[in-house]
């Protein structure tokens, strides 16, 4: 026990949760936290210019590293601006806990206090209900510790998720006694057990007998760290990898046995064989409708068997034949024990024979490689130029497409995007997070300049907290993603599309302190991202593109995976 | 004792501030449509049992609990199986009492419904009636032939039945 205020409770319980650093912006109502912080030599702050771009540091840190994210804010305008950072976390179950100041909860001759429609009074928690896994505010200052622990313990364990707490003015600066504790008091958490034997029983069986067995890899098993486990099943069923585009760096793309990403930009030996499989073993993935595209025909064929920590994703939009709700590491081991027992060798052959035809006919990479600057030649060149542990991020849109088709993610945790959420500003951010967390690796921002303009202001944030990360700007000029929309779906009836002069982003780069690279051929897109990975400060690579290029293959709205249209 | 394809789904959750707007807002959020809800603290002064009357087929309710039993707030959840449980709704109706005759009309329903007068006065009577929603929803038609000035239903609260139990150390 000792006595202290809440603001110091606070931060000596995220030491105790091992933070090293909190992304956040300061303001009246967090401001005893931000006195406490002053002099603090284990946790370091980062300014962000804005705070839904430290939400997104948080994120791009925790998906780097798989440590909690930590972003912090005001109350009010602070508060909600962390509110779209905080809806990407939870729709792509990243593990953020955020803290926001809030005005006093009590107070003597004074309506600054909650309820009253104070000076920067927002109701966070009311607010971010349905994007949160939990919230607290804690109203005491001996209740801070045990808060902490649960807030940090919710957010990483089962299906991660965003935290919030909401600290109002007057606990931050209260005094009383205080006492550290590793406890973690919350009886109504419930997390998945040991998988079920029966049910594993029941998917080897399926496995074993499978003659066209397809494996479906998503977020969850990069979060799980599950693979290795999963190249062990790929490799001892012969079965083909497709990842949902979160789970991107599950599997080693570059693998015989790798397809690439499924979905409505998905790459077409993916969406084609999934039609083919007649045993599917899913895992970590939710079944979204930019994954699966029209329902009644994915994998019309299959069994399915889904291994997903979160129950309520069972049956959610996919009926499944044999559920493993249970932790996707634990569960592939289980299952690959069981499976090899029952699995006769050298089957399967067919299947082998299949695959590897359908990726030499439909994969986009394996194609002719143009030399002009178009984005399959640019992403395959970097690539090249990356190391295999390099982090790239990409921004919303066409940028995010491409870089989901061409750039081949070779581990997990090294490819992060806004999946469920789609936010455009999210890559740049994140990939600053994501550098603080892996500061001996390259981090590339994949963005496009529609997106890019979104958060381009933390070029600011970077410079002067010294995190160098390149950013490569796919610039069309134009809002692409949506412009191919108009263009294939609307009849190209243009409307907003068009970002007419956008700034010179080389003089923008400049203009911040950082620097601003042109390439306008291979050749110079080459020695840009050279120079770039070698340089001290961020750099931001302008590469001119063209505005009509479209995103191809595509599957159209309603329509189902195998149904793909357009030359690639 | 089921209507139609009313589901009854019983709830013990943490007896806190907030909990209540955390479910109703997933039901919202999550385009599930609550027919009634009711609440109340349970013998464990910490816990507090939600009952919530929901319309909709298999899948949704498959789909209700587990997003429901998702929550950390949440300590059990299930729902009730069909003609296995008891269930209760109250009603409090104001009914307009336009002569004496009609008085002595209404006191006789109320008697045959076992419902009990708990307000008097000269032109109107307030009937205190308590049974399953479709009892209530007879007593009504009813009452309407007299005319009803107000209503209050409370929706309905339900256990399993025998000694059987929804226990969060389940």
Known sequence: MAKMTGARALLESLEHQKVEVIFGILGGAILPVYDELCGNKKIRHILARHEQCAAHEAEGYARASGRAGVCMATSGPGATNLVTGIANAYMDSSPIVALTGQIPASGVNTSYMIGRDAFQEADIIGITTAITKYSYQPRTVAEIPLTVNNAFYIATTGRPGPVLIDLPKNVQSASAEVEFTNKIDLRGYKLPTEPDLARIAEASDLLAKAKFPLILAGGGVIIAGASEELVKMSDLLMAPVATTFMGKGAFPENHPLSLGSIGMHGNPAANKLMGEADVLLAAGTRFSDRATANLDSFAPNAKKIHIDIDNAEINKNIEIDVPIVADAKVSMKMLYAATSQKLKKGEGTAWTKRVKEAKEQLSPLLKDLPRDLVPKSLLTELRKLLPESSIVTTEVGQNQMWSALYFQALKPRTFISSGGLGTMGFGFPAAIGAKVACPDRAVVDVAGDGSFIMSEQELACSVTENIPVTVIVLNNSILGMVAQWQRMLYKRRYMAVHLGKTPDFVKLAEAYGAQGLRATSIEEFHKAVKTALASKVTTVIDVPIGSETDVVPFVPPGCGLPQQIGDY | ?170
């Open chain 2, 1 to 170: 004792m089921e209507t139609g394809k009313t589901k009854v789904i019983s709830i013990l959750v943490e007896n806190k501030p907030g909990v209540l707007h955390t479910i109703a807002n997933l039901f919202r959020r999550r385009n599930f449509n609550i027919d009634s809800i009711t609440v109340g603290p349970t013998q464990e002064p910490d816990t507090s049992r939600m009952t919530i009357t929901i319309n909709g087929d298999e899948k949704t309710i498959d789909q209700v609990v587990k997003q429901v039993a998702k929550q950390i707030d949440v300590l059990r959840v299930s729902e009730l199986e069909p003609g296995h449980f008891v269930m209760r709704e109250l009603a409090l109706v104001k009914v307009n009492v336009p002569s004496s005759k009609e008085r002595s009309d209404i006191i006789n329903c109320v008697n045959v419904f076992r419902g009990r007068i708990i307000d008097v006065s000269t032109e109107a009577l307030t009937v205190e009636i308590t049974g399953t929603p479709d009892k209530i929803d007879a007593f009504l038609n009813l009452m309407n032939t007299f005319g009803v000035i107000e209503l209050a239903r409370t929706g309905i609260t339900a256990l399993a039945r025998g000694a059987k139990s929804i226990r969060i150390d389940e």
